[in-house]
Nanobody, 121 residues
Framework: QVQLVESGGGLVQAGGSLRLSCAAS????????MGWFRQAPGKERELAAA?????????YYSDSVKGRFTISRDNARNTVTLQMNSLKPEDTAVYYC?????????????WGKGTLVTVSS
């Protein structure tokens, strides 16, 4: 049974940084691409960043986070991390990690509980 547990969210001032982590279990982690999604209040869930399987040589960033967020993976620890810098109030959302299909980055149905990020102005 695949389990994804997100952590690292919190309250931060605009311009600050946060580091989100996602611990995966119940799956051969290195064989799957991973993504970080976010859902702001009143908005649909969107893909913020994704990383390809194994070495993670292929990465995707949405235009809204490009240049500020960095996704990485540690296959030895079965974790995927999202380093978020220069945070803006519009980054406020619940952040979820999920397994995604390589190249298309479409999510599979393994949603965790997410971690809340609140950026104050």
């Amino acid at each position: 049974q695949v389990q994804l547990v997100e952590s690292g969210g919190g309250l931060v001032q605009a311009g600050g940084s946060l580091r989100l982590s996602c611990a995966a279990s119940g799956m051969p982690f290195s064989w799957y691409a991973m993504g970080w999604f976010r859902q702001a209040p009143g908005k649909e869930r969107e893909l913020a960043a994704a990383i390809s399987w194994r070495s993670g040589g292929n990465r995707y960033y949405s235009d809204s986070v490009k240049g500020r967020f960095t996704i990485s993976r540690d296959n030895a620890r079965n974790t995927v991390t999202l380093q978020m810098n220069s945070l803006k109030p519009e980054d406020t959302a619940v952040y979820y990690c999920n397994v995604v299909f390589d190249e298309s980055w479409a999510p599979m149905n393994f949603w965790g509980k997410g971690t809340l990020v609140t950026v104050s102005s």
